[in-house]
């Protein structure tokens, strides 16, 4: 299965976007997909993370504002960002695990306050 990343682009510090990861096959099988973002300069770090069976958690940093969900019929995951603020600018990867690892290539989300 491969992850196809799309959604980012530049938006101000309050606005919301949504980003989709959208898999060339089944994601009921992933019993773990997350998104990351990696900051210039800084470490990869988790943002999000869904697990089959239990409620999806959050960095301290994105509660509260953003949501990460799972569209089963159309084998995508979403990022909804609301009250974006400077800070959450990066670049953003799904990511899913089960049995294998898989990357998607990566959306730029840019915040301006």
């Known amino acids: 299965v491969q992850l196809q990343a799309s959604g980012g682009g530049l938006v101000q510090a309050g606005g919301s976007l949504r980003l989709s990861c959208a898999a060339s096959?089944?994601?009921?099988?992933?019993?773990?997909m997350a998104w990351y973002r990696q900051a210039p300069g800084k470490q990869r770090e988790s943002v999000a993370v869904?697990?089959?069976?239990?409620?999806?958690t959050y960095a301290d940093s994105v509660k509260g504002r953003f949501t990460i969900s799972r569209d089963y019929a159309k084998r995508t995951m979403y990022l909804y960002m609301n009250n974006v603020i400077p800070e959450d600018t990066g670049v953003y990867y799904c990511?899913?695990?089960?049995?294998?690892?898989?990357w998607g290539q990566g959306t730029q989300v840019t915040v301006s306050s």
């Open positions: 096959g089944s994601i009921s099988a992933f019993k773990i």
């Open positions: 869904s697990r089959l069976g239990a409620t999806a």
């Open positions: 990511n899913a695990q089960g049995g294998t690892t898989v």
